[in-house]
Nanobody, 114 residues
Framework: QVQLVESGGGLVQAGGSLRLSCAAS????????MGWFRQAPGKQRELVAT???????NYADSVKGRFTISRVNAKKSVYLQMNSLKPEDTAIYYC????????WGQGTQVTVSS
């Protein structure tokens, strides 16, 4: 079983940057897919970015060119570098592991002020 713990959220002004981290306990080597989702107040949880086999990345259109997902197996970690943040990026961000059933972190709040 894998447990995921996010960190790195906070309050930032529009145009600023944040780096989210997701630390996994247990073995993540068996998890081919990992990623980040987010949920804004009153909205459904949505995909932000995924990384497959540590190299193939996929991004939501709304974050392409601004966010970068990466994975370091040696550190059992997945990261989300977020640049040029916008107020509409405000949400709780969740780390996701493609296990069966899926693994989720507890979430970290990101607030972008205008």
């Amino acid at each position: 079983q894998v447990q995921l713990v996010e960190s790195g959220g906070g309050l930032v002004q529009a145009g600023g940057s944040l780096r989210l981290s997701c630390a996994a306990s247990g073995s993540i080597f068996s998890i081919n897919k990992m990623g980040w989702f987010r949920q804004a107040p009153g909205k459904q949880r949505e995909l932000v970015a995924t990384i497959i086999s540590g190299a193939i990345t996929n991004y939501a259109d709304s974050v392409k060119g601004r966010f970068t997902i990466s994975r370091v197996n040696a550190k059992k970690s997945v990261y989300l570098q977020m640049n040029s943040l916008k107020p509409e990026d405000t949400a709780i961000y969740y780390c996701w592991g493609g296990t069966a059933p899926a693994s989720w972190g507890q979430g970290t709040q990101v607030t972008v002020s205008s």
